[in-house]
């Protein structure tokens, strides 16, 4: 499905239960988030998500964003931050009511 589709891109964000390598987390965009999930889930996303699935890691998704697309997902990653976007990362500094809700690109650059 191309950028320029009817159905508005998420960005999403997935949390790892422990690291896998270097990584605790995987920072995504689809039209679906919840059939993209289901996809990583099944070892049909990134490497990265397959290979720490198939090592037994738990996988979740801890965080949408309403608007973005893949320009926007780039800016995130550029960042070199992605535990700050992260509300288990962020524990007890975050309201639980605040951490799963969806927010816009803009309140979370």
Sequence with gaps: ???SSTRRWK???LHFSTPYHHARHYLGTAPDVGDR????LRGQGS???KAAVASGIEVSLVRVW???GRRAERKLKRCKNVPRLCPLC???RVHPKVAMEEVSLAQAA
């Design 47 to 49: 490497p990265l998500v």
């Design 11 to 13: 960005i999403y964000l």
């Design 90 to 92: 962020l524990g007890s």
């Design 1 to 3: 499905m191309s950028m």
């Design 37 to 40: 999930l289901d996809e990583h």
């Design 66 to 68: 309403k608007s973005g």
